[in-house]
DNA sequence: TAGATTGTTAATCGATTAACAATC
DNA sequence: TAGATTGTTAATCGATTAACAATC
């Protein structure tokens, strides 16, 4: 067996995702056929992107035809490793915690809340919804006594970097962060940034870019080059 | 004044605000000054990617010393056009929305929730947190009225683009999405993905990597190239 | 067979970074 | 002046996409 050296793009795992949860969408629509012209359409790709994607990991379309739907989903499941429900720890009760284990999206995606720590004394201990609080110092033992793969961040900034390593301490591989903080992780150990401000912040720099190149203003003594700037945006 | 042709990369854009938003949280502790190298370190970059990122602006910084903190901050401040407050519309009251408009990060950054609209007919009328719920049917006039500059999805993924679309009508250039549904919107709207689940699904995936990794697995008799695969995600 | 659509190549396009002259 | 660090160039690296042969 040859080993593969092809390096694949991050940003194609994350158009993978983008493909999956669209077709699982429709899945129950009875459609069973679907061509990379028509996927790349709905998920705002170029459709050679999505053939290239695919063929990273194999063939799974049919010349002249297009793509069945419940066998790519079932291959993009394998791909992503979605074939079994993973466990997640949340830390921190603010409004954004107490939104993320009240919200049904992420059991329908496949995750499931399994524990919640909070730095607030007087929360642990206590019952907020179907879970009982625990304190930081309880997590390690916690979390491999659960089997929990993913660490949730949902704390104030200050405080952060502090739970990120308590995670690695733990032995978790996988950080979704709420804060706006950047993380200093070893390297085995993966980080995504749900950081809304960020988000934000570059949908500003867009507006405003378009209010600098209506007035024709100029910046620092240079002559912005704002309308030559690319804001294909595709990442989350 | 000469016509800057340089594209500037949407990956430099996201940095900023990083860079940005760091110094802001270090300011009131009274360094005044930072090297390229401090910086990068701080936010997971190069420093040389640092140095390339500010210099399509312009000369931020003083050789053999680095940058002064204030002026730099304000600099970014002016660049990417966060020196006023940008008023927003939230659509949706469920649990994310809720969260959203009680959580203060968006007002520490800058952002401010001005209106905010139900697809439930129970909660239009009704007083939640500071807020009086609109109906969708209201939502061009409110934004107008009110000089709403970008508009928040927080609904079900069935309604999705249904909120889009009536952004779009009332003039919106700029939409923060919480849904996991791709938007289509005109060329001059600008859309952020705050998609919980594709963050999960790629630590999924570089888990799973792992997994297979160490049992040496094959996939569709095709040998992965797991040990290649690079995932240096910096985008939230 | 004719029409359609995949899988893949190769060219293009874009982003990152090492290296160093400029200069404080 | 010696040491430090920026700003910028040019090379490298990586990702996107047009085009088309393969093939259903």
Redesign the interface.
């Known amino acids: 067996?040859?080993?593969?050296?092809?390096?694949?793009?991050?940003a194609t795992?994350?158009r993978?995702?983008?493909y999956?949860?669209?077709l699982q969408?429709i899945i129950s629509q009875g459609i069973d056929v679907v061509s990379s012209n028509e996927l790349a359409q709905?998920?705002?790709v170029n459709p050679a992107q999505l053939r290239k994607d695919l063929s990273y990991?194999?063939k799974f379309g049919v010349r002249g035809v297009g793509y069945d739907i419940p066998k790519l989903l079932n291959?993009l499941k394998?791909?992503?490793?979605?074939n079994k429900e993973?466990k997640m720890a949340l830390v921190g009760l603010?409004?954004?915690g107490?939104?993320?284990i009240?919200?049904k999206?992420?059991e329908r995606?496949g995750?499931k809340f399994d524990v919640v720590f909070d730095l607030e004394e007087n929360n642990v201990g206590k019952n907020i919804e179907i879970f009982q609080v625990y304190s930081l110092d309880e997590l390690s033992e916690a979390i491999n006594e659960k089997g929990i793969?993913?660490g949730v961040i949902a704390v104030e900034?200050e405080m952060a970097q502090n739970v990120a390593d308590a995670f690695v301490k733990a032995g978790l591989?996988?950080?979704?962060n709420f804060s706006?903080?950047?993380l200093?992780v070893p390297d085995?150990v993966?980080?995504?940034?749900?950081?809304?401000?960020?988000?934000?912040?570059?949908?500003?720099?867009?507006?405003?870019?378009?209010?600098f190149a209506e007035k024709e203003i100029?910046?620092?003594g240079?002559?912005?080059?704002y309308s030559?700037?690319?804001?294909?945006?595709g990442?989350?």
């Open positions: 067996m040859q080993l593969n050296e092809t390096k694949i793009p991050q795992i994350l993978l995702s983008i999956y949860r669209y969408s709905q998920t705002n990991f194999g291959n394998n791909i992503l490793g979605l993973r603010g409004h954004i107490l939104a993320l009240q919200d999206c992420f995606g995750y793969e993913f900034n591989k996988g950080i979704l706006s903080v950047r200093n085995d993966h980080v995504r940034y749900a950081d809304f401000t960020v988000l934000l912040d570059t949908l500003t720099f867009s507006i405003s870019k378009r209010e100029s910046f620092k240079l002559s912005m080059p030559r700037i690319s804001t294909a945006w990442v989350a």
